[in-house]
């Protein structure tokens, strides 16, 4: 059974950091794409990272330069490292798997809160 456990979400002020977590069993993250999506209320959900493998990334321009997506294979957990927050990234942050991107199987975590203040 193929389960993920976001955690690290919170409370923070404009401009300061958070680090979410991704633990993964019954799946090695390594040999899947593992990505970060969030969703904010009344919006569609976003795709806003992913790690291929363990290896490549890629980002959505909104977190660009900003959001930093990272990979523990020891731990079979992935991250997401979150500098200089804005109030718009305010969202709950939900972790996805997947075998490849032509994959209709999708697994997903319970998603995380991260509040951003003013």
């Known amino acids: 059974q193929v389960q993920l456990v976001e955690s690290g979400g919170g409370l923070v002020q404009t401009g300061g950091s958070l680090r979410l977590s991704c633990a993964g069993s019954g799946i090695i993250f390594s040999d899947n794409i593992i990505a970060w999506y969030r969703q904010a209320p009344g919006k569609p959900r976003e795709l806003i990272a992913d790690i291929i493998g363990g290896g490549r990334t890629n980002y959505a321009d909104s977190v660009k330069g900003r959001f930093t997506i990272s990979s523990d294979n020891a731990k079979n957990s992935v991250y997401l490292q979150m500098n200089s927050l804005k109030p718009e990234d305010t969202a709950v942050y939900l972790c996805?798997?997947?075998?490849?991107?032509?994959?209709?199987?999708?697994?997903w975590g319970q998603g995380t809160q991260v509040t951003v203040s003013t």
């Open positions: 996805n798997a997947r075998h490849n991107y032509f994959s209709r199987t999708h697994y």
